[in-house]
């Protein structure tokens, strides 16, 4: 399986972005789909995430601005991101959490530049 992340880009803060990502593969079904985010010199953190059967979870810095999403028929997850602010600069990453043939495994995109200027 592999990911493709697509969205990233420079906004002013106060502005708004959607990150994509979308999995392609063959016989696996997901689990969960998840969004990281990485800035320079800081550890990866977990931004939102949302299950198979639609529950979500958010960072508690992103909580009423940041949406997650999916959309099963296309194995895409999409984040969309409003009121932007220059702390939420970082590479961001989708992760996926898929099954085949009875076993778990995860799946990481190559990354997403956010750059909020203030």
């Known amino acids: 399986v592999q990911l493709q992340a697509s969205g990233g880009g420079l906004v002013q803060a106060g502005g708004s972005l959607r990150l994509s990502c979308a999995a392609s593969?063959?016989?696996?079904?997901?689990?969960?789909m998840a969004w990281y985010r990485q800035a320079p010199g800081k550890q990866r953190e977990l931004v939102a995430h949302?299950?198979?059967?639609?529950?979500?979870n958010y960072a508690d810095s992103v909580k009423g601005r940041f949406t997650v999403s999916r959309d099963s028929a296309k194995n895409t997850v999409y984040l969309q991101m409003n009121s932007l602010k220059s702390e939420d600069t970082a590479v961001y990453f989708c992760?996926?959490?898929?099954?085949?043939?009875?076993?778990?495994?995860?799946?990481w995109g190559q990354g997403t530049l956010v750059t909020v200027s203030s």
């Open positions: 992760d996926l959490e898929y099954f085949r043939y009875g076993l778990s495994y995860h799946a």
């Open positions: 593969g063959s016989d696996f079904s997901i689990n969960m």
């Open positions: 949302i299950t198979s059967d639609g529950r979500t």
